[in-house]
């Protein structure tokens, strides 16, 4: 399986789950239509489906451009509130990964920039044979970020998430700290610790902004796109990037000319072009 060479892929994923990834994902949904290209933004798996509140598919479809709208259908709907491997049982359903695979690529071919979250944290399992890393691993996205909460034990987090997913050649481009839902000692002394942990060269933090609308202004989202972007071969729509506030050290690593970064996973007929 190869992903098409026709868009972006920006995958957000996780070292868990409720940490922010959809904040996020969101918020680089309207980044990317800000700039004036079409975006989409993804979900395709996600349990504890169901109840009155949106879904974190529906903010995701509902931040993407008006004419791909109709086209986003999520693969895997399941009411259960449990890991999707357990709730897909639950439903008598088995998460497969050409059904993923085909349902991003589809979507992939009607915009300029896709971003995909995937349910939970890297290696959440989706069956009794797939996990998240699988995922990314096949689909092969233009960057990947790995999501996770600013409190005590992201350390350990993000390192064992960093060093697993180099294990397995699962490339990842960026770590962004996500404010946590309660604060502690810890919560905004962990960034500059990262280095201890992971050898990702690309980290900001995302700072507390309730709107997604709002926090795709904040510069340290120019930086996830601009890092994302700037190593491949682009659409002609997405040629200019914006410029990127510098949101000091403590808010950002990481030079995007700065060959130390984790290995990209562009397809090669891509990163040729």
Do not use: C, Y
Not at 7 to 19: E, N
Not at 186 to 213: C, D, K, M, Y
Request: aromatic residues 2%; charged residues 20%; without cysteine.
């Amino acid at each position: 399986m190869t992903s098409s060479p026709r868009s972006l892929l920006l995958l957000v994923t996780g070292t868990g789950t409720s940490i922010g990834k959809t904040h996020l994902a969101v918020a680089l949904v309207h980044a990317v239509q800000a700039l004036g290209h079409s975006a989409a933004g993804f979900k395709p798996i996600e349990s504890g489906v169901g109840g009155p509140e949106a879904t974190d598919f529906d903010r995701l479809r509902d931040a993407s451009t008006f004419h791909v709208k109709p086209s986003i259908r999520p693969v895997r709907a399941l009411p259960a509130p449990i890991s999707p491997h357990l709730a897909a049982a639950d439903a008598g359903t088995t998460i497969e990964l050409s059904e993923l695979f085909s349902a991003v690529t589809a979507l992939q071919s009607l915009v300029d920039v896709l971003v995909l979250e995937l349910p939970g944290g890297l290696f959440s399992p989706l069956s009794p044979t797939l996990v998240n890393g699988d995922v990314a691993r096949v689909l092969r996205p233009t960057a990947t970020w790995l999501v996770a909460p600013d409190r005590l034990g992201v350390l350990h987090d993000v390192g064992a998430a960093s060093r697993a997913a180099a294990a397995d050649g699962i490339g990842i481009d960026g770590i962004a700290l996500a404010p946590p839902a309660a604060p502690d000692a810890s919560t905004g002394r962990n960034f500059a610790e990262l280095p201890l942990v992971t050898r990702v060269v690309h980290r900001v933090t995302i700072p507390r902004v309730a709107a997604p609308e709002a926090l795709a202004a904040d510069a340290s989202v120019a930086t996830i796109l601009k890092v994302s972007l700037h190593r491949v071969h682009q659409p002609a729509a997405l040629q200019t990037m914006p410029d990127v506030t510098d949101l000091g050290e403590d808010r950002v690593v990481g030079d995007d000319d700065d060959d130390g970064a984790a290995p990209s996973l562009v397809p090669d007929d891509i990163a040729k072009t």
